[in-house]
């Protein structure tokens, strides 16, 4: 049985968050809404561009391409997608896949250009009606991974024609229908205005359908509570890390109660030893943990949580509890990363806060095209470097080289979270 999926739609006019393709009230921070799903056990966002000239494209684009900085969930680029240029711009602002409008001319003769260059699986459909499915069911069976159904009242209809997977949107809240549907056998997921509503806890959802039979992605855990070794208090302390800069966030403790709600909820539980009681982090400040990761440690007596943390995770303020010292040493920081972005936040500065007689604003302050000649000088002194046997020479000019290339970077606006993300689709 395929994973049944729970899909999110976020719509976009003119670089916002709106209530829906026909309604632009506004609904709230696009990007604190996209950070909630990809935290909250939603597995897909489609991102619907509502743009009506070639600049509000331009300028959702931009938007798209931002907020995929910070997910990791797969999304889909649907809207304003009429040419094979804007399939390719799309999946250069970090989108998975793309969705044509089956209503609109030409969406056949499109996906077949378009599934030939990028593959099947990254192009969808969405149809509001039957006769386009039946008028071109083969293309489609060939071009198309997965359809949008706008209206669950097609389903019947459309399982007649075409075994093509479908997501259906279903605006209201209804566990038995939703259980319906997913239980048929083309069904990919649901979707619908339920998803973005307060009330809607999406790993509650899930644990619900779990329960009724279908397979969703969510936690099993691969341990279950009588396999820890329980402290005198019948507790297990829980470390809690950043799961992006793994930054030691706050030590709570777990009873078994807690334990099985963060498993259930996807959001970190804990038990409160001074008040007596289970309490969900965030409950009443909105700092929620969002599980990422649960491990034990090698005698099973310790939980070490990797959580995305909205807010500070100290009752002080502070991001962090941990932020009284007692001593420190000096040390050279090691962590590739760690040095690539402290370079560039340095080389991010001297932009802000230009600083006389200093190499890196002379380069930014000459522009584009003395940026990429000294890169293009660089690039030659790798080469030759790399052709010696001297790996301290080679090492130099790797350093020199990418010094510049962080210069060029930063003056384009690229980060290193741009490039590591494209690597990691790749």
């Keep these: 049985m395929e994973f049944k999926n729970i899909v999110a739609i976020i719509y976009i006019k003119n670089g916002q968050a709106v209530k829906g393709r026909n309604d632009f009230t506004p609904s709230g921070d696009v990007f604190e809404a996209a950070k909630t799903y990809n935290d909250c056990g939603v597995d897909k966002i489609l991102l619907f561009d509502l743009s009506d000239d070639e600049e509000e494209h331009r300028l959702n684009l931009k938007t798209v391409k931002k907020l995929n900085r910070d997910l990791e969930i797969k999304t889909c680029l649907a809207g304003n997608i009429k040419r094979f240029e804007d399939i390719k711009n799309a999946f250069y602002m970090g989108c998975r896949q793309v969705m044509l409008n089956g209503s609109k001319l030409g969406s056949i003769a499109l996906a077949e250009k378009a599934s030939r260059r990028y593959g099947k699986d990254r192009i969808l459909v969405s149809v509001e009606n039957v006769n386009f499915i039946f008028k071109n069911r083969e293309a489609m069976e060939e071009n198309f991974h997965e359809m949008l159904v706008m209206n669950k009242n097609m389903l019947d209809a459309i399982e007649n024609i075409t075994t093509i997977p479908y997501v259906v949107i279903m605006d209201e809240y209804n566990l038995e229908e939703f259980v319906s549907v997913l239980k048929r056998e083309y069904a990919r997921g649901i979707t619908g205005s339920f998803v973005t509503e307060d009330k809607t806890d999406i790993m509650m959802l899930k644990t619900e359908l779990s ?109 962090s509890c941990f932020f009284n010292p007692i001593v420190k040493k000096e ?32 380069l930014l302050e000459q522009g584009i095209d003395k940026i990429l000649k000294k890169m293009s000088e660089e690039h030659i002194e790798l080469l030759l470097a790399a052709k010696n046997p001297n790996l301290e020479e080679i090492k130099y000019e790797i350093s020199d080289y990418l010094y510049h290339l962080m210069i060029m970077m930063v003056e384009k606006g690229i980060t290193w979270e741009d490039v590591t993300q494209e690597l990691a689709q790749r």
């Design 331 to 362: 040390y050279v920081e090691k962590n590739p990363l760690k040095v690539f972005e402290d370079v560039y936040s340095v080389i991010s500065d001297r932009k802000e806060h230009p600083k006389d007689a200093s190499y890196t604003n002379y």
């Design 211 to 319: 329960n009724h039979g279908l397979r969703m992605v969510n936690f099993a855990p691969n341990l279950k509570w009588c396999d820890f070794k329980l402290n005198s208090e019948g507790m297990v302390p829980v470390i809690v890390q950043d799961y992006r800069t793994e930054e030691v966030l706050m030590l709570a403790y777990m009873n078994e109660e807690a334990f099985q709600r963060t498993i259930h909820s996807g959001k970190m539980t804990y038990y409160s030893r001074s008040r007596q009681e289970i309490w969900m982090k965030g409950e009443t400040s909105g700092h929620i943990q969002y599980v990422k990761s649960l491990s034990a440690d090698c005698d099973y007596d310790t939980i070490l949580a990797k959580v995305s943390q909205i807010g500070p995770a100290c009752h002080t303020g502070n991001r």
